[in-house]
């Protein structure tokens, strides 16, 4: 047979192979295996979503803490043998629970501010520390005439900021230079970074900095008052995380970088759990724009790093001239529709599952047999179309070699990514919890 023919012959029995997986697949998340749940009602001994270090800094799309504090409840009495992953960790939710439930966890964030977030909520400092780093902090801002740091490559400064807030904030920034401590230092540039969207003129409703629409007024906030509140909050916070921490000897490594090339070789990974990027998730890094501006991110920085996120909306012009078939029937027929209106649009769905694709394959290698995979996950939609990520993620899960377990349908209460500008934006009102195993 010629070599030609017979790629091609081995590609369609593939192709089909993967059809049927999916068909099958779909199958039985019709016939019954979708769990309707509430995380909140079942986890009554969390009380909301902003206790311990989980209320120092917000992000969007933030998983509940309630779901990784389930899925973790029996891993408390293991004494930190059991390691959790969690490949696209924000700001370190599952992290601060892994913590709290005496097990060792792993996160990976490629977005440098939210990876900074999460080494701060998952470090356990002393109080002592925090109150003496805070005690400097007051005395040197009333000390010190103004800051020299005022982000000149930050070219829409004025836009954003008055000229007195520029100054406020120029001096708190340089106050908190003066901490010797590397890890107080952080823990109040973090909290730094929580004022610096409130300080600015854009809309405190909407996590992407874009100003109130006509008529609304912004409440005037002074920036000096906001940061000594909030650093007393976050100590706080602090104080509660280290009295919830079962076992003192877990650890937590913070990695900033994209999963899909790390490497964890000798780390025995027992259980992943992650909410992975949303389609057009380049809105995870516009919304720590102003901050990252603050703590010294350039312009270019910050495109690097959207252009690397899973789910970006910066595609070449190459991806969007061609549909770049992902092998998976029901997904490739929905982006040839959307192909027709929206070349971009549909790029950035194809792109989105391929890369997907590569980091479930990357999640697979990495976990021990026998262990669990929990995918947090919500439905998108693009030009109108609805996109069952879910199903299209358990079908790549499948493929990848993990068995479907269960599956877990939680309604959304609250996320702020997801808040609606205009009459076509897609609103996600439920997330589905895939529970995969490893065989």
């Not at 959790?84 to 370190?92: A, E, N, S, Y």
């Not at 004022?195 to 874009?210: E, G, M």
Request: with cysteine; aromatic share 8%.
């Amino acid at each position: 047979m010629d070599a030609d023919i017979q790629k091609s012959v081995v590609s369609l029995f593939e192709s089909a192979t993967r059809h049927e997986r999916t068909r099958a697949q779909k199958e039985r998340m019709k016939n019954g295996n979708v769990i309707s749940v509430s995380f909140r009602e079942l986890c009554p001994e969390i009380k909301g979503t902003k206790f311990s270090t989980h209320r120092l800094y917000s992000y969007p799309g933030k998983m509940i803490p309630q779901i990784p504090h389930f899925f973790l409840k029996e891993k408390q009495n293991e004494n930190g043998k059991i390691t959790v992953l969690d490949p696209f960790c924000g700001t370190g939710t599952v992290m601060v629970e892994a913590l709290h439930s005496g097990c060792n966890s792993i996160g990976v964030e490629i977005n440098p501010i939210a990876a900074l977030a999460a080494k701060v909520k998952t470090t356990p400092i002393p109080i002592e520390r925090l109150e003496d780093g805070l005690r400097l902090i007051r005395q040197s801002y009333e000390e010190i005439e103004k800051g020299e740091f005022i982000p000149s490559f930050f070219e829409n400064l004025h836009y954003w900021f008055t000229q007195r807030t520029i100054e406020e904030l120029s001096k708190i920034e340089a106050c908190i230079e003066l901490i010797k401590d590397n890890e107080v230092r952080d823990f109040f540039k973090v909290v730094f970074a929580s004022i610096v969207k409130d300080a600015s003129r854009a809309d405190p409703r909407i996590y992407v900095p874009v100003l109130p629409r006509k008529g609304r007024r912004k409440r005037k906030c002074n920036p000096w008052t906001l940061f000594d509140s909030r650093a007393k909050e976050g100590i706080r916070g602090m104080e509660e995380f280290l009295g919830l921490t079962k076992n003192p000897v877990a650890h937590c490594q913070v990695i900033c970088n994209d999963f899909r090339t790390v490497k964890t070789e000798g780390q025995d990974i027992n259980m992943i759990i992650t909410s992975p990027p949303y389609i057009s998730a380049q809105k995870y890094v516009r919304s720590t724009r102003l901050e990252a501006y603050w703590l010294g991110q350039t312009k270019e920085n910050q495109l690097d790093t959207s252009e690397k996120t899973i789910g970006s909306e910066r595609i070449s012009n190459v991806e969007c001239s061609k549909i770049d078939y992902t092998g998976i029937e029901n997904l490739d027929i929905l982006i040839e529709e959307i192909h027709h209106s929206d070349p971009e649009r549909a790029g950035i769905v194809g792109r989105y599952f391929k890369d997907m694709e590569t980091a479930i394959l990357r999640m697979y290698d990495i976990l021990c047999k026998k262990g669990t995979c929990v995918i947090v996950i919500g439905e998108n939609t693009a030009k109108g179309k609805q996109v069952k990520t879910n199903e299209f993620i358990c079908g790549i899960c499948e493929e990848a070699g993990f068995s479907l377990e269960k599956v877990m349908c939680d309604r959304i209460l609250s996320r702020g990514l997801m808040t609606k500008r205009n009459k076509t934006a897609g609103l996600i009102e439920h997330e589905w919890v895939l529970i995969m195993r490893k065989e």
